[in-house]
């Protein structure tokens, strides 16, 4: 039955999976923090899809749910912790629980994601790391427990996919994809409203905010390696702080010649999160395992402690090792 046991982690085909949410009840379905379109996306078609089948669920974040995402978020059942069963939508390891770490670390039943990085700290584990977005998997399952999907369901499982593709631009995007995506536009999602939301629109303090960070872009390695540093002093002066600071980890993305993106956020004095975005062939989940953290081939992440100076170094020097190794025998940056 069992495909695989790590850590004493057991993981799940997509049928067991089905079987295991038609099996139980009473479900906390959890997001990681600093959420985005997909966790949030994932967790809240879950709770409409479990209410389907008569089930009681809620979902709870780490943290403030972002407004933007108002229109599929709503509030959910209440759920005791007593013979609860936990759900972790998205989230690749237990410290990206965030504030929800002591209390549910350990005591996560089911983990349903989609990170190659996925560290195997659930009880059982839905892993797909072919699926752009969590949110592909949930529309895979509810399909499966043929559940009813309604509008809100839709607009949910969009933007968990919207969000995670770039809107589609992304080197995850696959056929089943768009399939997905096809079955989703039966319902009134309104997708180009929900792209001007997610892509399109920045408040102009964001917009101040990326004028700062710009003016403190760095180049290193013959210009092919992007650094942008987003202090702290630049969060408070234009009031932009959280998941607002998302979309700086993407510009590097659009610069002719980049193929690593570092943005590097202050969140405390002495605490930075790196967000590492690249082409192929570097893996940037590769360069933040090396800086304790993970994440997918074209986009990863890392916390590290130290100054702005010693993080820059850090993270630099990950870049340069894993393109070192990357280029060896690869006579042009040729794109692959
Ligand atoms: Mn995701």
Not at 1 to 9: D, R, S
Request: aromatic share 6%.
């Amino acid at each position: 039955m069992v495909k695989n046991n790590i850590n004493g982690c057991n993981e799940l085909s997509l049928r067991q999976t089905a079987g295991f949410l038609k099996k139980h009840d009473n479900y906390i379905i959890l997001t990681h923090a600093s959420p985005d379109g997909d966790t949030l996306g994932s967790a809240y078609a879950l709770y409409y899809g479990l209410k389907e089948i008569g089930k009681t669920a809620c979902v709870i974040c780490p943290d403030v749910i972002p407004k933007k995402y108002g229109y599929f978020a709503r509030a959910t059942d209440h759920v005791t912790r007593q013979n609860s069963t936990v759900i972790a939508v998205d989230v690749a390891d237990k410290q990206l629980l965030g504030a929800l770490e002591e209390e549910f670390g350990e005591e996560v039943d089911l983990n349903i994601d989609h990170h190659i990085s996925n560290t195997r700290f659930a009880k059982n584990l839905y892993l797909d790391a072919d699926a752009s977005a969590t949110a592909e998997s949930i529309f895979e399952l509810l399909h499966k427990m043929k559940v009813n999907i309604n509008d809100v369901t839709a607009k949910a499982l969009y933007t968990g996919i919207a969000t995670d593709t770039g809107c589609f631009k992304y080197s995850n995007v696959t056929a089943k994809t768009h399939l997905i995506i096809s079955h989703l536009y039966e319902y009134n999602i309104d997708a180009p409203e929900i792209n001007k939301l997610m892509f399109d629109t920045k408040s102009r303090n964001l917009l101040e905010l990326e004028r700062l960070v710009l003016d403190s872009a760095e180049f290193h390695f013959a210009n092919k390696c992007m650094v942008l540093a987003v202090t702290s002093e630049m969060q408070e002066k234009t009031g932009c702080s959280g998941t607002e600071l998302e979309g700086i980890a993407v510009i590097s993305r659009s610069v002719e010649g980049v193929e690593a993106g570092i943005t590097i956020k202050q969140t405390d004095d002495n605490l930075f999160k790196i967000s590492l975005r690249t082409y192929p062939p570097l893996d940037a989940s590769e360069i933040c395992k090396k800086l304790g953290g993970g994440g997918h081939k074209g986009a990863a992440g890392a916390k590290v402690e130290g100054s702005l100076e010693t993080v820059k170094e850090k993270a630099l020097r990950a870049v340069k090792e894993v393109m070192e190794e990357s280029y060896a025998g690869v006579t042009s940056s040729k794109k692959g």
